[in-house]
């Protein structure tokens, strides 16, 4: 099956290349999207075959540039659609893992909870409650939900709609995947976790997440 993945960046320099050539050892073709970067991260990887460049002119959110990415993914007809951060929390050697994954459920998601050094506690403690509530929200378990580093099918990004443009994104995905019926699956992967370089604010996360939890 033909296997895309997506990597949403901001300002991203120092590491987007490492991580748009690692994932290129694993899938067919990187949509790379520059949320309105202003370092030049996108110089980067502007010549890299098999990578497609898109350029967003303002910072508008995770959310907004997980869209652009899925547009141009499904329009090209890919049939995987694997999402990574820019910052090297994750590691494309477990895209594979994801793809396998992919074989018995619609959406999957890396499990960092079984190793939790080096994951701030307030971290700890916005994950383990938007999960929670996720999984009431569902009524499937919801492991990990503030993991980026996700799988989809074509077929379940084609179905499921989003409104939020920031992280609260990636929930809303979640919520709207389990009432079209689609299965959610977890894989592990090892905490890879740097607070100076996350993007993610806890408790921003946890407001924009009850509102989603809200209105789905």
Excluded: W
């Excluded at 110089?43 to 995770?62: A, F, M």
């Excluded at 009432?179 to 894989?187: D, H, N």
């Amino acid at each position: 099956m033909s296997v895309c993945s997506v990597i949403p960046f901001y300002n991203e320099i120092k590491t987007l290349k490492a991580v748009v050539i690692n994932s290129l050892n694993f899938v067919d073709t990187v949509v790379a999207v520059n949320d309105g970067s202003n370092d030049g991260s996108e110089k980067e990887i502007d010549n890299l075959e098999k990578v497609i460049l898109i350029n967003l002119k303002v910072n508008s959110g995770k959310g907004e540039a997980l869209r652009n990415g899925f547009e141009k993914a499904l329009a090209l007809g890919f049939e995987k659609i694997i999402t990574l951060d820019a910052d090297l929390q994750h590691d494309p050697i477990f895209i594979p893992k994801i793809i396998d994954a992919l074989e018995n459920y619609d959406i999957v998601i890396g499990n960092r909870l079984n190793d939790l050094q080096g994951m701030p506690l307030q971290r700890i403690f916005s994950n383990k409650l938007t999960s929670f509530l996720l999984s009431l929200k569902t009524g499937q378990q919801i492991i990990d939900s503030q993991c980026g580093f996700r799988g989809y099918s074509s077929s379940s990004l084609k179905s499921v709609k989003t409104a939020y443009s920031g992280f609260e994104a990636e929930s809303e995905i979640l919520v709207d995947g389990a009432k079209k019926g689609f299965k959610i699956g977890f894989v592990e992967i090892p905490t890879k976790y740097d607070s100076r370089k996350s993007k993610m604010r806890p408790f921003k996360t946890i407001a924009g997440f009850l509102k989603v939890i809200i209105n789905k």
